[in-house]
């Protein structure tokens, strides 16, 4: 792996694979939905991106899918990728392209309404549906007060009706310069060739301005805090509980032990939550437990870890929680079992090694890492940091997951008001 930064501040990082015929590109840039002042500016942005570029024809999916590729993009709480995989032969154009939209987008008033609508259509599919936006982002604003880590990044579609062209062309200007951005390229490349190109195409952008990089750090919740959810095509009624995490760039393994705590609640054949309330109620509970809002070491402070249960009706969830807070008083005074450590090690490893055997994955959990922490070369210290927690470990994590520190929300089924 090599990894280099352009006079104008880009930072790219370039790693051969040889084993199959095709070239990943990524670029990550450092806005996400946290560092908006409204309500799907970053992700329409992210829409408004695959326009293409300025003075090219066709848009930019119709130039990766000329050359028989693919690309998608997302936006996280703290940086949003484009990432692209094609015929190795086709790398000069996708850098070409990238480029392109990275000096100059096609931001039309146009443009605007249409992908504002697009962003409409895509909540309204997440939302009509039982258990839509649970619990993410119905969560986020019951643990959070501040504006960045409360509100819905996917969007408000009433918030973004007024955004202009020149609204985008402001958001451009103060994030999407090459300083505030990694390019990140892997597969069937030659590192010197790709740095060449790079230079060509990206080296010859204009340094801009980089934004400072604003805390999100917030004062935990003094005690329990609540909120209430009504789903009315939901069948049976859920809760979400959250709770802050460490600050991941104080030591990634703490996440880890995090993770194996939510493993061993929820993850394997015979879960802990589910059968000790199958064996103590004879319900049937679904439970699903993780370190971090979307996932794993995927922003900086703050995050949450994360547990949702649906269950039957006539279980209160008073019960199911009083069986969560039994779970995690059992690990935190003796710590989970080295089967429920090595479960975990063993599922979570092969994941990720299969994760990183897909070309899209690669290049932008590098890029994750490098735009995020500063070291693409994190995403292959994983599995290590994974392998290392101890029964200890997960014991002192699952003492900080009190209840009088959470965050409960509580989905209420349509039928039951």
């Not at 002042?37 to 829409?47: C, I, K, P, T, V």
């Not at 061993?264 to 879960?271: F, K, S, V, W």
């Not at 059968?275 to 509970?285: A, D, F, M, N, Y």
């Not at 979570?348 to 990183?356: D, E, Y």
Request: aromatic share 8%.
């Amino acid at each position: 792996m090599r990894r280099v930064t352009l006079p104008n501040g880009l930072r790219v990082v370039v790693e051969e694979n040889h084993t199959t015929p095709v070239a990943s590109v990524a670029v990550h840039y450092d806005v996400g939905f946290r560092a908006e002042d409204r309500s799907g500016m970053a992700h329409l942005f992210e829409h408004l991106m695959f326009q293409g570029a300025q003075g090219r024809d066709g848009d930019h999916f119709q130039h990766v899918e000329s050359v028989g590729g693919f690309c998608n993009a997302s936006t996280r709480q703290d940086y949003t990728d484009f990432y692209t995989v094609v015929p190795a032969e086709a790398l000069d154009r996708v850098i070409a392209a990238e480029a392109g939209r990275m000096r100059a987008p096609k931001i039309t008033e146009r443009a605007i309404r249409t992908q504002t609508e697009v962003i409409r259509e895509e909540i309204l599919g997440k939302i009509r549906k039982p258990y839509g936006g649970f619990p993410w982002p119905r969560l986020s604003p019951v643990l959070f007060r501040d504006f960045a880590n409360a509100h819905d990044g996917y969007g408000d579609h009433e918030a973004l009706l007024g955004v202009t062209v020149d609204d985008c062309a402001g958001f451009f200007a103060r994030h999407y310069g090459p300083g505030n951005a990694v390019l990140t390229v892997t597969g069937d490349v030659r590192t010197d060739r790709v740095l060449d190109v790079v230079s060509r195409t990206f080296g010859e952008l204009p340094a801009a301005p980089v934004p400072e990089r604003v805390s999100r750090w917030e004062p935990e919740p003094a005690g329990l805090v609540e909120g209430e959810h009504l789903d009315p095509m939901a069948p049976m009624p859920a809760f979400a509980i959250g709770h802050r995490v460490p600050d991941p760039a104080a030591g990634f393994g703490t996440h880890f032990a995090f993770a194996a705590v939510a493993a061993a609640l929820t993850g394997g054949n015979r879960p802990r939550l589910r059968e000790r309330l199958r064996r103590e109620t004879g319900h049937t509970v679904t439970f699903s437990a993780r370190t971090g809002l979307f996932d794993l070491l995927d922003a900086r402070d703050p995050d949450m870890w994360v547990l949702t249960a649906i269950h039957p009706g006539e279980l209160p969830a008073e019960r199911v929680l009083a069986a969560v807070d039994a779970e995690l008083e059992s690990i935190a005074r003796f710590g989970p079992t080295l089967e429920e450590l090595a479960r975990r090690r063993t599922s979570w490893t092969n994941t990720h090694h299969r994760a990183m055997d897909e070309p899209a994955q690669r290049v932008r959990a590098l890029g994750r890492f490098e735009i995020l922490f500063g070291d693409a070369g994190t995403a292959d210290l994983l599995p290590g940091l994974c392998a290392s927690v101890t029964a200890e470990d997960a014991a002192k994590a699952a003492a900080t997951l009190r209840a009088d520190s959470r965050a409960l929300l509580t989905l209420v089924p349509g039928a039951a008001r």
